[in-house]
């Protein structure tokens, strides 16, 4: 199945979760299926929005690096949880959504986003 055949099997004339113009949650059944913004239920899309705002504030946190997979040499930290705790952790792998370059860096944006974004993100 393809991308879009899924979204028509989840959207076509059902009901939807979606932002409006003006960022509100709203739900309709639709026939807009091919809409990125569908989402199936409202875990789905504060989950959806959830990942939104970690990424812009690692956008914002990381300027303008981004992790070179090619340089061994270079660190890189990912947000994980341990024992109940969000923590960075080193990587040389891609394995997570988003990469700092150091934990000064990722703790801010632990900090930043917070226990309970994090938890809406991994749980």
């Excluded at 994980?80 to 923590?87: A, D, E, L, P």
């Excluded at 394995?95 to 917070?114: C, H, K, N």
Aim: charge should be neutral.
């Amino acid at each position: 199945m393809t991308v879009d055949e899924i979204r028509k099997a989840l959207f076509f004339k059902k009901e939807a979760y979606f932002l409006d113009m003006f960022g509100k949650v709203k739900c309709n059944q639709t026939t807009l299926y091919s809409d990125r913004n569908n989402c199936t239920d409202r875990q789905h899309i504060e989950k959806w929005l959830a990942i939104n705002d970690l990424l812009t504030v690692a956008k914002y946190v990381n300027q303008s690096w981004n992790p070179d997979w090619g340089n061994k040499g270079e660190s890189k930290y990912a947000i994980v949880c341990r024992n109940g705790k969000f923590v960075p952790e080193k990587t040389d792998a891609p394995s997570s959504i988003v990469y700092f370059r150091s934990v000064q860096d990722t703790l801010q944006v632990i900090e930043t986003v917070g226990e309970k974004l994090l938890e809406e993100i991994f749980f």
